[in-house]
T-cell receptor, first 109, second 115 residues
Framework: TQLLEQSPQFLSIQEGENLTVYCNSS?????LQWYRQEPGEGPVLLVT?????EVKKLKRLTFQFGDARKDSSLHITAAQPGDTGLYLC?????????FGAGTILRVKS | EAQVTQNPRYLITVTGKKLTVTCSQN?????MSWYRQDPGLGLRQIYY???????DKGDVPEGYKVSRKEKRNFPLILESPSPNQTSLYFC??????????????FGPGTRLTVL
């Protein structure tokens, strides 16, 4: 099973700040997904990136897939308390999804 | 409403007492899967099923069983639970596993404690 490493593990910032979280692997994935999970709930899909170099935007969130399809980043502009949660990346490996350990984000008002 | 449901949401049990966690989806999805989530380890797949009567091991299948007798249901069975199976469990379903645009829909989770 391929491994996905996420960094940082924890991030605590003030409302209005920008941040970037990273998802890295030594292996190539056919696609990569980002999920957000709130306490007491299951993960919810935010985006899927498929093409190397692809950039997708979802309001204040920008997702990028590395040219070699081994890494991805999530950038949040002007973070808000509602962005607080666990952010997980997941790579498609055959019929399975391989998940990273996640980044816990806390946005303070 | 399209959803994945799990029951129970919380369970405290003792070592060796068989238990079943149910999972049901109403989206007519072919693919269903069970994960466990532990701090620092992320989500790890236990078992998955591509269709009725077809199940396969994930990354951490030891100590677990599953069945897929109907398309909508995918129960997780712990025949003899042990404390190292204390975890947060998620069931998920999707339409086209392995497709680049596939979306997995997760249930709300079952927090299991084995004493």
């Amino acid at each position: 099973t391929q491994l996905l490493e996420q960094s940082p593990q924890f991030l605590s910032i003030q409302e209005g700040e920008n941040l970037t979280v990273y998802c890295n692997s030594s292996s190539v994935f056919s696609s990569l997904q980002w999920y957000r999970q709130e306490p007491g709930e299951g993960p919810v899909l935010l985006v899927t990136v498929v093409t190397g170099g692809e950039v997708k935007k979802l309001k204040r969130l920008t997702f990028q897939f590395g040219d070699a399809r081994k890494d991805s980043s999530l950038h949040i502009t002007a973070a808000q308390p509602g962005d607080t949660g666990l952010y997980l990346c997941a790579g498609a490996e055959g019929n399975k999804l391989v998940f990273g350990a996640g980044t816990i984000l806390r946005v303070k008002s | 409403e399209a959803q994945v449901t799990q029951n129970p949401r919380y369970l405290i049990t003792v070592t060796g007492k068989k238990l079943t966690v149910t999972c049901s989806q109403n989206m007519n999805h072919e693919y269903m899967s069970w994960y466990r989530q532990d701090p620092g380890l992320g989500l790890r797949q236990i078992y998955y099923s591509m269709n009725v009567e077809v199940t396969d091991k994930g990354d951490v299948p030891e100590g677990y069983k599953v069945s897929r007798k109907e398309k909508r249901n995918f129960p997780l069975i712990l025949e003899s639970p042990s404390p190292n199976q204390t975890s947060l469990y998620f069931c998920a379903s999707s339409l086209y596993p392995g497709a680049n645009t596939d979306t997995q829909y997760f249930g709300p989770g079952t927090r299991l404690t084995v004493l």
